[in-house]
């Protein structure tokens, strides 16, 4: 039961959660020095906006808007934060709530990802791999592409199970504002 400073949203479906999940693969594709991934993030969260806001044209403007804000996150973290952004906004959380949420999180995200993914996953098997290709084994670059491919291979499903995550807290934490 929502309060009555709280807008009555739309709620999200399986197939919405979908959507968000494949634009997300999209993420890096506008990357520029201003906004860095802000182009492909908003275009993300479009068809979750526009779902959650429906008829509320000023509520999706502003929405779109601070969407389009600075933000640069790790790809294989960053549907966490995006699940947690839909569930906010499904919910009717205050705009401040949501894009601080965004703000602080987006940059601890960037960090663990980029830790797991590239600083720690990918030079060990480089290593174990340079040494395979150093004795003249085929096995070197091939460990190393196969480990590279699997890495980058279950980025839909992980985008899907990174975005479920994110919306169950919010949730939470919604029911816990009003």
């Known amino acids: 039961m929502a309060s009555e400073d709280t807008p009555k949203r739309n709620k999200l479906t399986r197939r919405d959660i979908t959507k968000l999940a494949l634009r997300s693969l999209f993420n890096q594709s506008a990357m520029n020095y201003e906004r860095m991934q802000?182009?492909?993030?908003?275009?993300?969260?479009?068809?979750?906006?526009?779902?959650t806001y429906g008829d509320d044209k000023k509520g999706f403007s502003e929405a779109m808007k601070a969407n389009l804000e600075f933000i640069n996150t790790n790809n294989y973290a960053a549907p966490l934060l995006m699940?947690?952004?839909?569930?906010?906004?499904?919910?009717?959380?205050?705009?401040?709530t949501i894009?601080?949420?965004r703000i602080a999180l987006f940059g601890p995200l960037a960090g663990i990802g980029d830790a797991i993914t590239w600083f720690t996953i990918l030079p060990i098997v480089a290593?174990?791999?340079?040494?395979?290709?150093?004795?003249?084994?085929?096995?070197?670059?091939?460990?190393?592409f196969i480990v590279y491919v699997a890495c980058s291979s279950p980025v839909f499903p992980s985008h899907?199970?990174?975005?479920?995550?994110?919306?169950?807290?919010?949730?939470?934490?919604?029911?816990?504002?009003?």
Not at 84 to 94: D, M, P, T, V, Y
Not at 160 to 178: D, M, N, Y
């Open 160 to 178: 899907t199970w990174g975005i479920l995550p994110g919306l169950t807290p919010s949730a939470v934490f919604g029911k816990a504002q009003r």
């Open 38 to 51: 802000a182009d492909g993030w908003a275009y993300a969260m479009m068809p979750v906006l526009k779902k």
């Open 127 to 144: 290593g174990i791999s340079a040494s395979f290709a150093k004795q003249g084994s085929i096995l070197g670059p091939l460990i190393f």
């Open 99 to 101: 894009d601080g949420l």
């Open 83 to 96: 699940g947690l952004e839909a569930s906010l906004e499904e919910n009717g959380q205050k705009r401040s």
